[in-house]
């Protein structure tokens, strides 16, 4: 029973982590387009609080796999993606905004990898 609410409470945070960022995304895409129906203070609330319980119950099944190209290209996907997202909200900035998606794209990248990199050892 402990290990199901463990778990539960596992799944519920991940899902809601997702879903908030996405949304936050979303809002900062288009200004008004979540927070017209949703104020999203309130998922960050619920976002934390499960974030806290994830941390004092902890669910300890770890997965191990190994690691394929397409990691890596789905790392190089969101890495672009990142970089663009950041062009895109810095584009006032005229050619700094060229440095700061790029710097921030490699960022990206790089600290992927060595998440990735970590739990393959």
Do not use: C
Not at 49 to 73: C, M, N, Q, S, W
Not at 85 to 113: P, Q
Request: glycine share 6%; proline share 2%.
């Amino acid at each position: 029973m402990k290990e199901t609410f463990r778990e539960l409470i596992n799944y519920t945070f991940q899902v809601l982590l997702v879903s908030y960022l996405l949304l936050l995304l979303a809002e900062e895409l288009k200004a008004g387009f979540v927070s017209k129906y949703l104020n999203l203070n309130y998922v960050l609330i619920a976002v934390i609080l499960l974030g806290i319980l994830t941390v004092v119950f902890p669910h300890e099944k770890k997965i191990a796999r190994k690691v394929i190209p397409l990691d890596y290209f789905m790392i190089g996907f969101i890495s672009i993606a990142g970089g663009f997202i950041i062009f895109y909200k810095t584009k006032e900035l005229k050619w700094l905004s060229y440095v700061i998606s790029i710097v921030g794209g490699i960022l990206i990248f790089l600290l992927s990898v060595l998440v990735l990199e970590e739990n393959e050892s």
